[in-house]
Structures are given as C-alpha cells and as structure tokens.
C-alpha cells in the first residue's frame, strides 16, 4: 500500500479513485464500516481505494495541552490499512493553513485538485472547512457541482452505544482490555523500540523489555498479561508492568514486559505488546522479597490467563 506524506503528489495510478474520508486512529469497527464502503465502490468501478486522514490529528492543533491519545502508531494504521485492502493513504498536512480553508476551498484543493477523486465516503458526524462549516449534505452538494459522488455511513453500534475512538480510550483507561479489543475487532497493542532500563529486574531473575509509551493513550496503570509480537512474527505470552514502577526511584513511565519461557536480546528491535487482561494495580511492596514473591505470582496469573485467551 502507498503512504503518501507532507503533501507529496498523489501517483497518477491512484487518481480517479474512491477515497475515505476522516480521522481514522485506532481503525476500529466504526472506521471499518466507512472504509469497506470505500472499498466495495472502488471494487465496483474498477478505480482504485484511497483513505486520506489528516496528519497531526485536528485536536492537536486546536487543544495543543490534549494528553497523548492515539490507539495506534504510524506504522500499525499503515499495516491495518493495506491488510484491509487499501491501495493508497493519504496524511493530509493539518496545519493552520488548512484549517483555515472554506469548505469548498478544500474541496477543490485537495478532493478534487490533488486526489482527483471520483468518490467520497464518510462517517455521518463528517465534518470539514474552516469552523467545521461543511457537514456531509454539503460535501454532497460540491460533489454534484465538481464530479465526484459522496456517500454518508451510518454509525456503527453495539450494545454500549456508537462505536467510537473515545470509547476505546475510556475502556483502556478503565483497565478493561478487552472491551476495547471488541470496538477494535483486535486487541490494542503498544508498538515501540526496546529501550535501556534500570536492569532490575534482570538482577533479580526477571528481565523486562522496557519501551516507552510515547503518543498512544494511557491505558490504567498496573500490570498485564500480554502477547508480544517479534520482529520476526513470533507470539510470546508475558506479563507487562505499565506504569511509574513505584518500586524504583526515581519514577518513569514505562511499559516493562517479561516475556515467560524465552530468552534472547532485544535491545533496539521493535515489538508489539497487546494488552490482553488487567491482573492488578502498582503497588509498593515491602522491600525486594516480596517484589519477587509477587511478580512470580503474577507470571502464574499470566500463564493462566494466555492459556484461555481468544482472539477478539
């Protein structure tokens, strides 16, 4: 799949296509709906599938002080995209500029001047234009004026209600994994570099594989069974520490993985970490010993959890 970054020109090969149209983070049961309406379009009229969302997310520009939020990374959105079938991305520079853009002035830049598309599809709350002054009817009506059709998806619901990022950032922060994993249709998963720690728990019999949590949302802090994904593909049960570790000074945030029943150096390689079940909170134990004592528990806690998971 193309990933088309900072304004680069689209391929000739890609223009003409249909395209999704939205913020797109987490590409969960709702984002799916939209894109495989794109993508059965696309199909039809033997053009090509576009998604194009908007790189950094608006809220950044418009509420600088957010806390990090995103459900995932570049990298993971991309995979996600082209397994589904996707043929090309599109970031869309969000910036001052382009906030500033009419409605109808980004619909000529960017729809119809840069994409060059034949079709538009987007959620029901799809907003655009400066102060948000185009809805989906008139995305509609410049689609009739300009040459290209747009199509409006339904919500996708289950029993809590709309299926939403929020959502999934509420049921991460609420330590419940797997509620998110079913309005993702996976499990939410950490993608970062291993990164040098206090080697503490290698001393003590543990090693971990520290990685930092950089922009994706904070789900509750304690401790987790996971699977972790290698570089090469490999599926490995563990159990993650994800949070201050209270035990060691001075404070940092971190995700600390032991990966059970395997040994092997992981500095500088990237791993996927995917919260499975939330066994317990941090605490601050009573010195080493029962640190240890705990954590063995905990991986007995994991070991019993990994044997029953499924797959969301």
């Known amino acids: 799949m193309d990933l088309i970054t900072g304004g680069a020109p689209l391929p000739a090969n890609m223009r003409g296509g249909v395209v999704a149209l939205g913020n797109f983070d987490g590409f969960h049961a709702g984002h799916q709906a939209v894109v495989g309406a794109a ?9 090509p599938t576009l998604v194009a969302s908007f790189d950094p997310h608006p809220a950044r520009l418009f509420q600088p002080g957010l806390p990090p939020f995103r459900l995932t990374d570049p990298a993971q959105w991309q995979a996600l995209l082209g397994a589904f079938g996707v043929d090309a991305a599109v970031l869309i520079p969000f910036d001052g500029a382009l906030a500033s853009l009419s409605a109808e002035a980004f619909v000529q830049e960017w729809l119809v001047g840069r994409l060059g598309v034949s079709g538009v599809v987007t959620g029901a709350d799809f907003t655009f234009g400066r102060a948000r002054e185009g809805d989906v009817t008139h995305l509609a009506a410049l689609g009739a004026t300009h040459g290209f059709t747009a199509k409006v998806v339904g919500a996708v619901t289950d029993s809590g209600g709309t299926i939403s990022s929020t959502r999934i950032r509420a049921a991460l922060r609420a330590a419940d994994p797997a509620a998110a994993a079913a309005l993702l249709t996976r499990r939410f998963a950490v993608r970062a570099e291993v ?52 035990m060691i000074e001075p404070p940092v945030e971190l995700l600390e993985t032991w990966l ?7 500095y500088g390689q990237t791993l996927e970490v995917e919260l499975v079940a939330y066994l317990r909170p941090e605490m601050k134990l009573d010195g080493l010993d029962a640190l240890i004592a705990q954590v063995m528990r905990d991986a007995e806690d994991a070991r019993t959890v990994l044997k029953l ?4």
């Open 39 to 47: 993508l059965a379009a696309a199909r039809a009229a033997g053009v």
């Open 195 to 246: 990164i040098h720690g206090a080697k503490l728990g290698r001393q003590l019999g543990f090693p971990t594989a520290n990685m930092a949590l950089g922009d994706y949302v904070r789900p509750a802090y304690g401790v987790y069974a996971v699977w972790v994904r290698l570089p090469s593909g490999e599926r490995i049960g563990g159990v993650a520490n994800l949070g201050v570790r209270p």
């Open 260 to 266: 059970l029943d395997w040994d092997g150096d992981l």
């Open 309 to 312: 998971s499924v797959e969301p």
